[in-house]
C-alpha cells in the first residue's frame, strides 16, 4: 500500500494532518462532531476544493463511533445523488507516538447551508422555496427507497451552493426502517432530531413512528422558509408540544390512544379541546 504523505496546519487551534497534496482555504465550523476547513486538492488542473471534516472524539464513546461509522456506510451507499452530499475518502490518522489524531473525511464542498441563508434574512422568491423543497424531497425519496430515516434534517443539515443546488448532510443520527413495528423498536429511539424539527409522534412515544417524521421535518423548513423564523420553536419538551397543539389543535381520540406514555395523555387532556 502506497504511504500517503501528510502536513500539518492549524484549523481552530487544532493540528489538522492531511494528506499534503491538500492546501488549507479557510476554516469552516466547529461543533460537538469536530471541526471543518475547506482545501484545495493542489495536483488538480482545475481548481479543485473539497471540505475536510476532523472528527477527534469518535473512539471516546461507543455511541460516537457507532455515529460516524453508521455516517460512513450510509454516505458511500448513497454517493452519487445530486441531492445527498459526496464523501469523496476517508484517512484515519494516528501520531507518531501511536495514539490516535482523527477521523478525516474528504468531502463535496459546499458554500454555505440553510440555516446561514434564513438568517442572512436575504431576499427569496417563491420559485426559490420551490427548487430548496423539491430537492429535499427528490433526496428524501432516494433516502428513504433503501428504508433509512434521516432523522435530523434540518436547515443546517442543507448544504447549498450560489446556483441553489441543494444536498442533504449528516446521516449521524439515521437509522434503517422496515416496515415491521417489532422490528423498528428494536432500533428506533425517541429523543432524535433537533426538537424544534422533531414530530410529534417521536416526543410522544407514540407507538411506532415511520419515514412521516422526515416530512414533518420538512414541513417545519418550508414554514421557516416563508415565516423567516423556526414554526414550533420550543423551549423545552412541554413548551414544544404546547407550540404544536396551538397551531394544530388536539388530536382525535384514535390518535392520542396510540400515545405511548400515560402521563402525556392525561397532560393532553387536562389542556382540553383545543381547535386548529
Excluded at 433516502?143 to 448532510?169: E, T
Excluded at 413495528?181 to 424544534?196: I, M
Excluded at 422558509?225 to 388536539?250: A, E, H, M, S
Aim: proline residues 3%; aromatic residues 12%.
Amino acid at each position: 500500500m502506497e504511504k500517503i504523505e501528510r502536513h500539518t496546519f492549524k484549523v481552530f487551534n487544532q493540528d489538522f494532518t492531511v494528506d499534503k497534496r491538500f492546501a488549507l482555504i479557510k476554516e469552516i465550523g466547529h461543533g460537538a462532531y469536530g471541526v471543518v476547513c475547506s482545501a484545495r486538492f493542489t495536483e488538480a488542473a482545475d481548481d479543485t476544493t473539497v471540505a475536510i471534516k476532523k472528527v477527534t472524539n469518535v473512539f471516546s464513546k461507543t455511541l460516537l463511533c457507532k455515529r460516524s461509522l453508521r455516517e460512513l456506510k450510509l454516505l458511500r451507499h448513497f454517493r452519487g445523488h445530486k441531492n445527498i452530499t459526496c464523501l469523496y475518502d476517508l484517512d484515519i490518522v494516528f501520531n507518531n507516538d501511536g495514539s490516535f489524531n482523527g477521523l478525516y473525511l474528504y468531502e463535496e464542498l459546499m458554500e454555505c447551508d440553510m440555516y446561514q441563508i434564513i438568517k442572512s434574512g436575504q431576499s427569496l422568491t417563491d420559485a426559490h422555496y420551490q427548487s430548496f423543497i423539491y430537492q429535499i424531497l427528490c433526496g428524501l425519496k432516494y433516502i428513504h427507497s433503501a428504508d433509512v430515516l434521516h432523522r435530523d434534517l434540518k436547515p443546517g443539515n442543507l448544504l447549498v451552493n450560489a446556483d441553489c443546488q441543494l444536498k442533504i448532510c449528516d446521516f449521524g443520527l439515521a437509522r434503517g426502517y422496515s416496515e415491521n413495528p417489532v422490528e423498528n423498536n428494536q432500533f428506533l429511539t425517541e429523543y432524535v432530531a433537533t426538537r424544534w424539527y422533531r414530530a410529534p409522534e417521536i416526543m410522544l412515544s407514540y407507538q411506532g413512528y415511520t419515514k412521516a417524521i422526515d416530512i414533518w421535518s420538512t414541513g417545519c423548513i418550508l414554514a421557516e422558509f416563508l415565516g423567516g423564523k423556526p414554526i414550533f420553536k420550543g423551549k423545552d419538551y412541554v413548551n414544544q408540544l404546547n407550540r404544536i397543539l396551538q397551531v394544530l389543535g388536539t388530536p382525535p381520540d384514535e390518535t392520542l390512544r396510540r400515545i405511548g406514555s400515560k402521563n402525556v395523555q392525561d397532560y393532553i387532556h387536562q389542556l382540553g379541546y383545543i381547535p386548529k
